[in-house]
């Protein structure tokens, strides 16, 4: 049977690894059957003759991975940006999650969610929900549907939580047990499990999940380490733990499948040793941390140290949707952190954040997150950057889009060689 064919040509610019990005000028992308087959100065003879979607200046590169966002925050976001977490969680953000009982409002938000997320070139992400089984399930139905490659998950709260939010911890279990294997044979979007963090989880619902986990080979995302508040309360609550991180590996919860830590910004050396140990990401979440936590990542440290990193627009910690402003972001925070704090900090570079952005975070998901040969022709078209005034390279142009672009500035988008997003996508839009 004959291979599904796409080419387009345009300048190709991809992460080769945390340190290198490869350019490819002028060059052709061959993808078949949804995965790049290989990039090519000139068209071997046996594609000659076929069809070329040709980008001219423009730029193609990976789609961005979202390794922590909250879809039911989707409507606050950009509101209540002067508070600190706790204050913020009880302002603003329960009694927003409180309405996703009503699962015709979940649908509409999560409808406008996604589109916002594709819209914005972001096209795997690690997704919260709420304690909603039904809302929930919704979200990742939609997701699996039209191939979005996530996690997703039901969040668990049961202790010092408001009354509205707050479960007991067997309709807490008996519900994710449920969300659980409704969604295991989920090829594209995946269940997860979700307690929100240890202050809002006794220790007996996290062992509970650790079974779960362990049942159904489910990983799990929370908030680790994320502010020194939430540290220190996550001991007090666990007292026979040296560190946040040791409660989940006691509960049996860091071993099941993917491990990801949002935030993880004052971990010490055990948190490290742990998070490691287990193969976990460290998700850096720039906008939100400076919003709600005004803690800063050492993401050089701790990719000096072996952590795997990825990106996070935590909206609605986070205002901004699009991961590719967080690129930006991580590599200003960074500089503020060495010149802050020098020891055993330092600046990175546009190319290490693209590269966690993409490549990085994109493993979570599969073969996503790169153009070399193999990978799922998962990208975006870039509108070449330069301007009457400076003619620029397609790496930097990359770099513009990042510090500069919006979600116009998308000519194209695709995932496993469909185009989802911009021009002729249209009728066969995404959401
Ligand atoms: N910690 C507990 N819940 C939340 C949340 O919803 N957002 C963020 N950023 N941190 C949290
Ligand atoms: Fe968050």
Redesign the pocket.
């Known amino acids: 049977m004959n291979k599904r064919l796409l080419i387009c040509r345009g300048n190709i610019v991809y992460s080769k690894d945390r340190d290198e990005m490869a350019v490819h000028t002028g060059s052709y992308v061959v993808v078949e059957d949804g995965r790049v087959e290989g990039i090519y100065e000139k068209l071997p003879e046996k594609f000659q003759g076929a069809p070329i979607r040709d980008f001219g200046d423009s730029v193609i590169i990976p789609a961005f991975s979202d390794l922590h966002v909250?879809a039911p925050?989707f409507p606050q976001r950009g509101l209540g940006m002067d508070l600190l977490?706790a204050d913020w969680?009880n302002t603003y953000?329960f009694p927003q999650e409180a309405r996703y009982a009503d699962t015709d409002y979940a649908k509409e938000v999560y409808g406008a969610f996604l589109k916002t997320l594709t819209e914005n070139g972001t096209f795997h992400a690690c997704i919260?929900g709420t304690i909603h089984r039904e809302a929930t399930s919704w979200l990742i139905s939609q997701m699996e549907k039209k191939k979005i490659r996530a996690f997703a998950g039901k969040v668990n709260m049961n202790i010092q939580s408001p009354e509205y939010l707050c479960e007991t911890t067997e309709e807490s279990l008996r519900e994710t047990e449920i969300f659980l294997e409704t969604f295991a044979g989920n090829r594209y979007a995946k269940p997860i499990l979700t307690p929100?963090?240890a202050?809002?989880c006794s220790f007996e619902l996290l062992k509970g999940l650790g079974r779960l986990g362990q049942k159904y080979g489910a990983g799990m995302q929370t908030?680790l380490v994320?502010s020194r508040w939430?540290a220190m309360e996550s001991i007090r609550l666990n007292p026979e733990c040296s560190c946040d991180t040791e409660i989940y590996e006691k509960a049996g919860l860091l071993e099941n499948g993917p491990v990801i830590a949002?935030?993880f910004i004052f971990p010490g050396d055990e948190d490290v040793r742990i998070l490691k140990k287990h193969g976990g990401y460290a998700v850096q979440?720039p906008d939100?941390t400076v919003n709600?936590?005004a803690g800063i990542m050492q993401t050089a440290h701790l990719a000096d140290e072996g952590i795997r990193l990825g990106l996070g627009s935590?909206i609605a910690?986070g205002h901004l949707p699009g991961i590719y402003t967080q690129v930006g972001r991580s590599v200003q925070l960074s500089k503020l952190k060495a010149f802050y704090e020098p020891e055993g900090n330092r600046a990175i570079l546009f190319a290490n954040a693209f590269y966690m952005a993409t490549k990085e975070g994109g493993a979570l998901f599969g073969k996503v997150g790169s153009l070399e040969p193999g990978y799922e022709f998962d990208a975006l078209v870039i509108r070449d950057f330069s301007d009457p005034f400076r003619k620029i390279t397609p790496e930097e142009t990359a770099e513009r889009f990042c510090y500069t672009g919006n979600p116009g500035d998308i000519l194209a988008g695709f995932i496993h060689g469909e185009q989802v997003t911009g021009g002729q996508a249209e009728e066969k839009a995404l959401c």
Request: hydrophobic share 35%; net charge negative; proline share 5%.
């Open positions: 909250h925050q977490l969680l953000t919260y929100r963090f202050p809002t908030h994320e939430e949002a935030h979440c939100a709600i936590i935590d910690g």
